[in-house]
C-alpha cells in the first residue's frame, strides 16, 4: 500500500511517499518566485506541480500510489499568497486527475487532530507528537505535516498502520471515509 502526504507551499512543499508504513522517500520541493509577472508566478506554480509529479514517480518507478493526502488551502493565507496557493491546489489536483492517482483533501486543523488530538496545535507540538506516536523526528515542519497526510492516507484505506487508533483519530476518519466513500478513487 503506497501513501503520499503533500504539505503544498509556495516555498517548501513537503513530501512524503510510505510503502506498507515504510518511508520511501521525505523532502522539500523548493521554489522562489522568479519575477512579479501573471505569466512567471503560473510557469512557477507549474514546475511545482511538476516537480511533485517527477519526484512520486522516481521513487516510485511503475507503481502508483493508492492514495495520495493533500492538506487543504489554509485561510491564514492573505491576498496574492492565498491565490496562489489555491492555483497551486487545483493544479495539483488536475495532475493527480490526470495521472489516475486516487487523492484525498484533508484540512488543516483535521491533520493537527489526527496527530495531536486538537486542531488548533502549534508547529512544536506537531512535530512532538508526531515524534510520540510514530517514532518519526523532523527537523522541518511541512515533511511532518506531510508524514501525518500520508499516515492519515494509510488509515483510509488500511485497517493496519502500526497503532492503536485513538478517539479523535477515530473521529478524523469517520469524517475523511463519508467524503472518501461520496468521490470513490478512479483507478
Known sequence: MISVGLDLSLAKTGVVILNDGEKVFEGLIKSKPTGDSSREETVR?????????????DNLGDEAPD?????????MAQGTSLVQL??????VRSMLVSQEWPFQIVAPSTLKKF????GASKKDVMLLETYKVWGESFLDDNICDAFGLAKIGEA????????TLNKPQKEVLNLLNKSWKNDPPSV
Open 67 to 75: 492514495i495520495v493526502v493533500i492538506e487543504g488551502l489554509a485561510f
Open 115 to 118: 496527530v495531536t488530538g486538537s
Open 45 to 57: 506554480l507549474i514546475e511545482i506541480c511538476n516537480d511533485i509529479e517527477l519526484t512520486i514517480e
Open 156 to 163: 483510509l484505506i488500511s485497517d493496519d498502520i502500526g497503532i
Open 86 to 91: 489555491a492555483g497551486l491546489n487545483y493544479m
